[in-house]
């Protein structure tokens, strides 16, 4: 939905979609909590908030705003295969910032990921080196999100209604003043020379909706579903988001471009049996052949259960 909104309505505004998007969780979970009562709030220190939450959300914020604009630049199927190179840049960073050991197997399955990726890249014919560059940085914000939700909430037992409960006001906050200034005007413009604004005006809100809905799904399925279930229906939606959006937008598709995202599919596949298999190891199996050089080594930076499901 968002692809059409930049590209068949011409609002090519996704700072403004990523803020309409933040404002509609907001209201949504604050509906959830406070009315409906679906899930009890977890009372937060007001300092804790602004130390390890609003750090977490302004990195929330990135991840968000550089898929929406990578969107006007690159297909959807594209945007989609480049996002599985997450695991690599996982295990890279990981390997060089915390010196963290990873099995062979695990280095192994990287290698179709990255060659695919190298060639759905060098073969896609709507290439913008721009819209490539954006997605990087959302794989690396994605890591790094992963690393200050386990850092900085620590303690702090949230579900998936409180999770967006307190993200996304600081998200938005993050977004508001930046929008107004920078796209503001030409909002305006777009609002008064737009010809069929009120179809486009409701499929723009209903992106907002529906962008709660994606951001609770999330923390509701990492949250409750295991490793493989996890893994399988992250491939499954690899599949899914290359398909449809060429479907309905026809964008050509080289054979070698399909070549090179069967390549990632498959490495994506085989990533998550290895990662389920390493983590089906018995506790006195070791799951690394030496010991830690230093201390540092020996702090679990990253809660090894939700790693596997990344």
């Known amino acids: 939905m968002n692809k059409w909104i930049f590209q068949k309505l ?50 929330f914020c990135i991840n968000i705003v550089l898929g929406n604009v990578s969107l006007q630049y690159i297909p959807v199927s594209f945007m989609q295969t480049i996002k599985s190179f997450t695991p690599a840049t996982i295990v890279v960073l990981q390997w060089l910032v915390w010196r963290k050991y990873f099995d062979w197997r695990i280095w192994a399955s990287l290698v179709p990921i990255v060659g695919g990726i190298l060639l759905t890249s060098v073969t896609e014919l709507s290439f913008n080196m721009f819209g490539l560059c954006a997605n990087l940085f959302v794989c690396l914000a994605t890591y790094t999100k992963t690393i200050l939700a386990e850092s900085l909430l620590y303690g702090y037992k949230f579900d998936c209604i409180n ?13 508001a003043l930046p929008n107004l200034f920078l796209k503001g005007h030409g909002v305006w413009v777009w609002f008064y020379t737009h010809e069929t604004l009120c179809l486009s005006l409701i499929l723009i809100l209903t992106s907002g909706v529906l962008g709660f809905y994606l951001n609770f799904s999330i923390f509701y399925v990492i949250h409750s579903i295991t490793v493989v279930t996890f893994n399988v229906t992250g491939n499954m939606k690899l599949v899914a988001t290359v398909m449809v959006p060429w479907l309905i937008f026809i964008n050509p598709i080289p054979a070698l471009n399909v070549v090179g995202c069967g390549v990632t599919f498959i490495g994506c596949m085989f990533y998550g049996f290895v990662r389920h298999k390493l983590s089906q190891q018995t506790p006195g199996t070791p799951k690394t052949p030496r010991r830690p050089r230093n201390r540092i080594e020996m702090i679990p930076h990253v809660n090894d259960k939700l790693d596997d499901k990344l």
């Open 10 to 59: 011409d609002f090519k505004f996704p700072l403004t979609v990523s803020c309409i998007h933040f404002i509609f969780s907001t209201i949504k979970a604050y509906i959830a909590i406070k009315v409906l009562k679906v899930r009890p709030l977890i009372t937060v220190n007001p300092k804790d908030s602004w130390r390890r939450i609003f750090p977490m959300s302004f990195v």
């Open 163 to 175: 999770t967006v409960y307190y993200m996304t006001p600081f998200a938005t906050m993050i977004l």
